[in-house]
Structure formats: C-alpha cells, structure tokens
C-alpha cells in the first residue's frame, strides 16, 4: 500500500489475535509469542466488546458516531480496556480512572478526525471530482485539528504517563499507539510537544517486558489501528450524525 495507490484492507470486526495494540499490550504481560496470544485471545478476550464503555456504546443507529467510519476506535478502545481488567492495568482510583476515560474520549476525537479526512473528504469515493488522495492537503487539514486536541492530552499527563512517573495504564498504551499512527500520518506531528515527545521516549525505553514487543519486526512495521491511506473503499454516509471536522 502507498499514499498514492490505496488499496481494500480489512474492516470488519477486531480480531484480537490481528491486533498490533493488542499484541503490544499481551506481550508486556508476559503473553510472549503467537501461540500463547492466541490463547489469551481465545480465552480472555473473545468477548472483548462487553468491555465498551457507556459513552461510547450506541443505543441505537441514530446515536451511531459516524464518525467512526471503520469502528475501529470503538472496538480498540472495548479491548484494550479488556486487557486492562484482566491485566491489572486499570487505576484503583476514581479520579485516575476519569482521566483514563477523558484520554480515550479525545483520541477517539484524534483517529476519527484523520480517518473522516483521509477517506471522505481527501479521497472521497463518493465524489465523481476526487479521485486521488491529497496527503499534504489532508495533513493540512489534520493538524489544524490535532493541535488543540494534543494540548488537552497534555494537560492529562503528569508526567511521563498518565498517572506520572509509574507503571503505565492501559490507556497509555492507546496513546502511544494513536500517536504512532498520527506521526507516520504526519510526520513530526507532536515535535514541538515536548511532553508528548517525552511520553512516547519514555514509554518505548519502559524497563518492562513491553522492550521484548519493540525489539520484534511487528513492532517495526505497520499501523496500530488504521494506516495513513485511504482504506474504507464502499461508499460512505453522506450524513453523519455527529463528528469533530467542522
């Protein structure tokens, strides 16, 4: 796949097993190789999608976020939030649980933005005008989005990671892998956040089992939730219920 010359990936529900997030997360638990994450898979996280939190559970299509255009934030954030209960990687307290939720809300806010951009309004299969995806044009438009947005993640770090400077919680892990994609999106998207930079120095040199997951090719190659072309190729709503692209 290239910028230039997308191509149909797969866009039908989260097989844990084919997860980037998920094998990054299992392999910092110990779950070391395919075999046994596969297994954990099959055992732990079949029904990862009971997992979703309130605010983002849809009651019906007309509260569908159709932003969301593959599902694929709502079906990372079910089961990373699976294999932080089964992981002990969810905070005891209230508060940092809150902050927890407050991160997801605003990635979820990040990923569909790029997602809605890179394949409705910088490609549009649905428009008979565009046909060729426009990476600078879409990057232009992204990063006029993502610069508030990454000042409110921010504001939730104290520093380097979500709780400050302990073990990393499952949303951590989420952020590091939607600020992966968004830099190989844009590159050098959060440089002149210094702790962002910060965040993702130190989670990557994390003393933990995770430095096994980033010593492996897998976590040298690819996207962690969605790649940085367009990708959703049947036609999209033409009106959409809520959204972040205004």
């Known amino acids: ?133 426009d990476v600078e044009y879409a990057r232009t438009r992204f990063m006029a989005k993502f610069q508030p947005k990454a000042k409110a993640i921010e504001d939730l770090l104290d520093g380097p990671f979500i709780m400050g400077d302990t073990l990393p919680v499952y949303a951590d892990y989420l952020l590091y892998a939607c600020l992966y994609d968004i830099n190989v999106f844009c590159p050098g998207a959060y440089d002149k956040s210094a702790k962002l930079s910060d965040f993702m120095d130190k989670f990557y040199h994390y003393p933990s089992p995770i430095r096994r997951w980033f010593r492996t090719n897998e976590a040298k190659t690819g996207e962690y939730i969605r790649p940085p072309v367009p990708h959703i190729m049947e036609l999209l709503p033409e009106e959409l219920g809520q959204g972040d692209i205004h």
């Open 1 to 133: 796949m290239t910028l230039l010359n997308p191509e149909k990936v797969e866009t039908g529900p989260l097989d844990p097993i084919k997860s980037k997030v998920v094998k990054m997360m299992l392999t910092s638990r110990m779950q070391i190789g395919e075999k046994h994450q596969k297994i954990a898979c099959d055992r732990k996280l079949a029904n990862y999608m009971d997992h979703c939190p309130e605010w983002l559970k849809s009651k019906d299509n007309n509260s569908k976020n159709w932003m969301d255009l593959d599902n694929k934030m709502t079906e990372t954030i079910a089961v990373v939030r699976a294999i932080g209960a089964e992981w002990f990687l969810i905070p005891d307290d209230a508060a940092n649980q809150e902050k927890c939720e407050q991160v997801e809300k605003i990635l979820f806010s990040v990923m569909n933005t790029m997602v809605y951009l890179i394949n409705k309004i910088c490609f549009a299969p649905n428009s008979t005008e565009c046909n060729n995806f």
